[in-house]
């Protein structure tokens, strides 16, 4: 089946320590989008690829970086991770149109 | 500018009796609205979506919902809950064909 994948489903890093979470998918969409989400809250959007253009949010800090080599994979990196920056992190992805993203299982991101 | 709100932040319901999850949503166009649900840990999977065809929507797991454009709501309707469905629940409105605007998300509780 055609889907999102996200590697690890956990991870644990220390405070300060950089952590690369991974997304890869299998359905060809050429927009894939990274997401953070805490704990009783709605996904907040990092970033997106849109092809090979990266779209960073506005509010997304400098902490946060990713890549997209190939149009299958998209890689979220966070330099130095603060305790606050423990959350679920979401891939998300879709075509040009229509509007539906589909999502990924998640890396539940853990800082000690 | 587009919005979603989600008027119920935990509904509660017996297994077997009827579920409804509101959803307002402001847009100063013809919308595309989702629903997404979100189990423990887990990723967010589409329920149903509104691209403006048939204003009553049918999705997965026996869920659907109707758009009213003169109420401006898209409630999400199950006629009759299942234990499985407790999860959290996602209404979501396109702001533009690449990014989406979540709601708060609302805790459906099914007991037995």
């Known amino acids: 089946d055609a889907m999102v994948i996200q590697n690890p489903r956990y991870q644990v890093t220390q405070f300060g320590k950089p952590v690369t979470l991974s997304c890869s998918q299998t359905?060809?969409?050429?927009?894939m989008y990274w997401y953070q989400q805490k704990s009783s809250q709605a996904p907040k959007l990092l970033f997106h690829y849109y092809d090979k253009d990266f779209n960073n949010e506005a509010d997304t800090p400098d902490n946060f970086q990713s890549r997209r080599p190939n149009t299958s994979f998209c890689f979220l990196d966070i330099r130095s991770p603060g305790l606050g920056d423990a959350a679920m992190y979401l891939c998300a992805t879709k075509r040009d149109h229509p509007e539906t993203q589909y999502f990924g299982p998640g890396t539940r991101l853990l800082v000690l | 500018a587009q919005s979603v709100t989600q008027l119920d932040s935990h509904v509660s319901v017996s297994e077997g009796t009827p579920v409804l999850l509101r959803c307002n949503y402001s847009?100063?166009?013809?919308?595309?609205l989702f629903w997404y649900v979100q189990h423990p840990n887990k990723g967010l999977q589409l329920l149903l979506k509104y691209t403006s065809a048939a204003t009553l929507v049918k999705g997965i797991n026996g869920f659907e919902a109707e758009f009213k454009k003169s109420e401006t709501s898209f409630h999400l309707t199950k006629p009759s809950a299942h234990m499985s469905d407790a999860a959290e629940y996602f209404c979501v409105v396109s702001k533009n064909t690449d990014k989406l605007i979540f709601g708060t998300g609302t805790r459906l509780q099914v007991f037995p």
């Open positions: 359905l060809n969409h050429n927009v």
């Open positions: 847009s100063s166009y013809s919308p595309s």
